[in-house]
């Protein structure tokens, strides 16, 4: 059974008080995770069910909402500390975020075998906590979707 948003705010600010986080930046990532839950619930989305695309559809939306409140445009990287939120608001609903992207590239199993060599690495050989291995994982996924995996070769070839 899915959670209610209630219980998603109150399971996103109950982590984010245990981590540390500053009392001002818990209440903003509520504010903003709760924004986001009310764009999906104006759509009948379940939050289970929301995708990278969702979130993209939604910013398209925020940015409308403050150019009508503000009379311009939000700066450049306004969009960082809403994404955030709703990346962790998401990670607590789905498990896992953002979802791992189907590998249908011939270069799939490449990918995979990169990314695989470096969990090895991340834990053998730097003894890192599973919680940073996901995160660094993530990041590495991210980047090899952003450069492309012909560059993650040529990065591979040439440790070697």
């Known amino acids: 059974m899915s ?9 996103l ?10 009392p001002v930046v818990v209440s903003n990532h509520r504010l903003y995770a709760r924004a986001f839950l009310d764009y999906l619930a104006e759509r009948d989305m379940p ?16 940015i409308q909402c403050f150019r ?11 969009h960082r500390l809403p994404h955030t939120a709703i990346c962790k608001l998401l990670r607590l609903a ?9 590998m249908i590239k011939p270069d799939a199993a490449l990918r995979q075998a990169i990314c695989d060599e470096y969990e090895t690495w991340l834990r053998d050989e730097r003894g890192l906590a599973d919680a940073t291995i996901d995160a660094l994982l993530r990041e590495a996924r991210r980047f090899l979707d952003w450069t492309g ?12």
């Open 68 to 78: 009508m409140r503000y009379g311009r445009d939000p700066s450049p990287r306004w």
């Open 94 to 102: 789905q498990g896992e975020w953002p979802p791992e992207a189907e």
């Open 13 to 22: 600010s109950k982590s984010l008080t245990e981590q540390n986080y500053n």
């Open 47 to 62: 939050v289970g069910a929301a995708t990278p695309l969702q979130v993209e559809q939604y910013f398209c939306h925020a």
């Open 3 to 11: 959670k209610s948003h209630d219980e998603l705010i109150a399971e």
């Open 149 to 160: 995996i012909s560059v993650a070769v040529g990065l591979s070839a040439s440790r070697h």
